[in-house]
């Protein structure tokens, strides 16, 4: 092909692709061109203009957060026992308020050895006409003495509640002082409950199950922390298999 003949092919390339190479060039310098053809110059523009995700979910710069950020989420969800402490610090205020504004309340609560914890109540009051209330009068007893232990989860947990004194017998109070009702247990639980409520539910069933002050010293109900956890988990274990059933009477 004759040099006038080439020239004519590059003229009509360029034409046809629109290449801004300066008439006259020589066409084996297009390649170099600062431009190109389009088809080079969009294959520039995306690989100019696309770029691989920074942080890509899963790899190590995606949890890569700084200190304070962890900090932060740590903080912002209260741990239990400081939810535990808070809510028994408000009900032990409310109720200690309540019982000095009343010259004869119907419970007191102290601490045990001044522990958040463990409390002490006192139930002064019980129905007068009941058989638990004559024995109270006729013996001599001015209240019913309790204990409550609260787990590291309360309030989204029961505390565990027993008797210390006198012992009864009936009225659902069981082995150690343990006590039988289903607001105590973990299933029937909620935490919207509150120690009142609790020492009240308590004041009506002992009297609705005829509890009696046991008076024979022998063959007593065993009255202590260990026997009254046994007995505890013994009830809990029983209702959960066969379902909240009151028992009968005669079981105390």
């Not at 741990?79 to 309540?98: A, C, G, I, P, Y």
């Not at 019980?126 to 001015?142: A, F, H, Q, R």
Request: aromatic share 8%; charged share 25%.
């Amino acid at each position: 092909m004759s040099v006038r003949s080439k020239g004519k092919v590059s003229s009509i390339f360029r034409r046809i692709f629109g290449s801004s190479n300066k008439e006259g060039e020589d066409p084996s310098k297009a390649g170099t061109s600062s431009n190109g053809s389009p088809a080079r110059r969009l294959l520039r523009g995306c690989r100019d203009t696309v770029s691989p995700a920074a942080n890509p979910p899963g790899s190590p710069g995606f949890a890569n957060t700084k200190p304070g950020n962890k900090k932060c989420q740590e903080t912002s969800t209260p741990s239990n026992k400081t939810v535990r402490t808070r809510r028994l610090m408000k009900e032990f205020r409310d109720l200690q308020r309540l019982q000095n504004s009343r010259l004869d309340p119907v419970f007191t609560v102290e601490l045990v050895d001044d522990n958040l914890f463990e409390w002490q109540v006192k139930l002064h009051k019980i129905d007068l006409e009941s058989p638990l209330g004559n024995d109270m009068t006729e013996l001599g007893v001015s209240f019913i003495l309790l204990n409550l232990v609260f787990p590291e989860n309360f309030p989204f947990a029961p505390p565990f509640m027993r008797v210390i004194s006198p012992r009864i017998e009936k009225g659902f109070v069981m082995e150690g002082g343990a006590i039988c009702m289903e607001l105590l247990t973990p299933r029937g639980w909620a935490s919207a409950y509150t120690v009142e409520a609790v020492i009240m539910q308590f004041a009506a069933s002992v009297v609705k199950g005829q509890g009696r002050i046991q008076r024979k010293t022998k063959g007593q109900k065993i009255f202590n922390k260990r026997a009254a956890e046994e007995s505890f988990r013994s009830l809990v274990k029983t209702h959960e298999k066969y379902g909240w059933v009151t028992p009968s009477l005669a079981d105390g």
